[in-house]
């Protein structure tokens, strides 16, 4: 049963259309127009009897049901980032019944990825997207809510990366740092490119110190990669105690990484640091390649990246950098 309430707000009035199954509120939505909030009404409840006259088989089901039976599609592909993103939607959306999951309440999670790049997000939402086609073809819903959010634009610019003076400051902010291995961490993220996962999943036994080296186990591409380690970053290494848990784990659950996304956000106050994530310690990283005559090849390699298209962002600042070399060798030449 539907009913419309008329709402008085300080540019006139709206209408809150509310459905209600057995005497309970069960989703409600608010119009600017009467008709509007009747036309939904009606066809919520239409959809509401059509699922009760199926023998509805979602109406229980939650997210967090859902997922094995969604995953186990996959057992012959490699799944390492699909399982790493249905688990995010699980662990934040999972005690939701797939009913009650609409596209007001996915925007908000949406939001949380706010920090990741715009790429990144689109592929979390893609794979919620794909998890809830899977119950619409298996009838336990009706409509898919994410098919009504759209993707985030992609800005193909080369991205922020730090200057000298603020990787002075900020480094000397994150020695100061009330967690001891702060420096450690945005030392290890700028001179190796490492993406944060990869970075907060290190352990001890990663580390090879007589090779200077460090495994990554699973990198996003799903292919494992052994990266150089400085000679500043080793020195900084020898000074923890070292056992075979996570180099950077939490104090309070050691099997979990210690997360410093606070002390992150004081480190960049500190240093007066704007308009900058950690995940930019990535594009420092492969711009600072780049401008010190590294090919794209190269720069590829260091990060990680199956695709040189992907690395063409940096392309200008090699360019940059060979006419800088051509001027340099062949200005002092007379011809």
């Known amino acids: 049963m539907a009913t419309i309430a008329k709402i008085k707000t300080a540019s006139g009035f709206k209408y809150k259309a509310i459905i209600k199954k057995a005497g309970k509120p069960i989703k409600s939505k608010t119009f600017t127009r009467k ?52 688990n995010y939607w699980v662990d934040s959306l999972g005690k939701h019944k797939l009913v009650d999951l609409t596209a007001r309440i996915i925007k908000a999670q949406l939001k949380k990825l ?3 790049a715009p790429a990144t997000s689109n592929r979390y939402k893609a794979v919620l997207a794909s998890m809830l086609h899977y119950a619409v073809v298996e009838g336990y819903i009706l409509l898919n809510p994410v098919a009504s959010i759209p993707d985030k634009p992609l800005n193909n610019k080369v991205e922020r990366f730090l200057s000298d003076t603020e990787r002075s400051a900020l480094m000397d902010a994150c020695k100061e740092s009330t967690w001891g291995l702060m420096h450690l961490l945005v030392m290890m993220a700028v001179t190796t490119g490492m993406r944060k996962s990869e970075l907060v999943n290190l352990r001890w036994s990663d580390i090879d110190f007589e090779g200077c080296t460090a495994f990554v186990r699973t990198s996003k591409n799903g292919e494992p990669r052994i990266l150089p380690l400085t000679n500043s970053v080793m020195t ?14 939490s104090l309070i659950k050691p099997e979990k990484p210690f997360c410093f996304t606070k002390l992150w956000y004081r480190a960049l106050r500190d240093s007066n640091i ?21 090919s794209l090849l190269e720069i590829a390699d260091v990060l990680g990246h199956k695709q040189i298209e992907v690395t063409k962002r940096y392309a200008h600042l090699c360019t940059k950098h060979k006419e800088q070399l051509i001027n340099r060798v062949f200005n002092s030449i007379s011809l």
């Open 35 to 86: 008709g509007d909030a009747r036309t939904w009404a009606s066809r919520i409840e239409a959809d509401i009897e059509m699922m009760d006259a199926l023998g509805y088989a979602g109406a229980g089901l939650t997210l967090l049901e859902l997922s094995p039976e969604y995953l186990a599609q996959w057992h012959n592909k490699d799944k390492s980032n699909q399982i790493q993103r249905v």
């Open 274 to 294: 704007e308009d900058f994530r950690f995940h930019d310690l990535r594009h420092t990283t492969a711009s600072y390649l780049a401008q010190n005559g590294a």
């Open 114 to 116: 706010d920090d990741k």
């Open 236 to 249: 900084e290494l020898a000074r923890f105690d070292k056992d075979n848990g996570l180099l950077f784990a």
